[in-house]
């Protein structure tokens, strides 16, 4: 079965602590984003990369870093500069000309 | 750049009632439209999509949306809600050939017994 598939579900990250939450998928789409939600906010764009080994910042980079060293994985990493990471995380895919697919996202918590 | 407005940042409807949840969108050149539908604490799944060719969209789930190219509008209904419906919807846009999509801030529809 094709999609994009998130972990952890579930994240907890206590104060000064970098994590990395991964996103991968199986559906040959040259494309991937990161998205953050928060409740009232909708969808904000973190990162997204349109090819292997290049990506860009979307509107809320701050405080997180991306990789892009194989077309079936996009992870994200959450470091201690980021000072309000709580919130649900969503990785998606796009193919030429057609849709995204979403990951059933990760919820991140500081604790 | 294109850009999406979803209006309504709440909805509250009776069951069997019908909804219309909508979306305009700002953009310059062809685009293609999209509706999806969020669970609680789940990712995005697609609703429907507008390409090309007939203005009225038939989706999953006994919605449609019809794309208005004077009024820049892609407005998603529903002739008779049910519980099941309860979710958030979000509409989005990408301009033709591109791949980045553009969301809206999400419609919450809550439907009532």
């Known amino acids: 079965d094709g999609g994009i598939t998130q972990s952890p579900k579930y994240l907890f990250r206590k104060e000064g602590q970098n994590v990395t939450l991964s996103c991968e998928q199986n559906l040959n789409h040259d494309a991937m984003y990161w998205y953050r939600q928060d409740p009232g906010q909708g969808l904000r764009l973190i990162y997204y990369?349109?090819?292997?080994?290049?990506?860009q910042k979307g509107d809320i980079a701050e405080g997180y870093s991306v990789s892009r060293e194989k077309k079936e994985s996009f992870p994200l990493t959450v470091t201690s500069a980021q000072k309000n990471p709580t919130a649900f995380y969503l990785c998606?895919?796009?193919?030429?000309?057609?849709?995204?697919?979403f990951g059933q996202g990760t919820r991140l918590t500081v604790v | 750049a294109q850009s999406v407005t979803q209006l309504d940042s709440q909805v509250p409807v009776f069951e069997e009632a019908p909804v219309e949840l909508r979306c305009n969108y700002s953009?310059?050149?062809?685009?293609?439209l999209f509706w999806y539908v969020q669970y609680p604490n789940q990712g995005l799944q697609l609703l429907l999509k507008?390409?090309?060719?007939?203005?009225l969209v038939k989706g999953i789930n006994g919605f449609e949306a019809e794309f208005n190219k004077s009024q820049t509008s892609f407005h998603l209904r529903k002739p008779s809600v049910h519980i099941s419906d309860t979710a958030e919807y979000f509409c989005?846009?990408?301009?033709?050939?591109?791949?980045?999509?553009?969301f809206g801030t999400g419609t919450r529809l809550t439907v009532i017994p």
């Open positions: 998606a895919s796009t193919g030429s000309y057609t849709e995204a697919f």
């Open positions: 953009s310059s050149v062809s685009v293609y």
């Open positions: 507008y390409l090309s060719g007939s203005t």
């Open positions: 989005a846009v990408t301009r033709t050939g591109a791949n980045n999509l553009f």
């Open positions: 990369s349109q090819i292997v080994n290049d990506f």
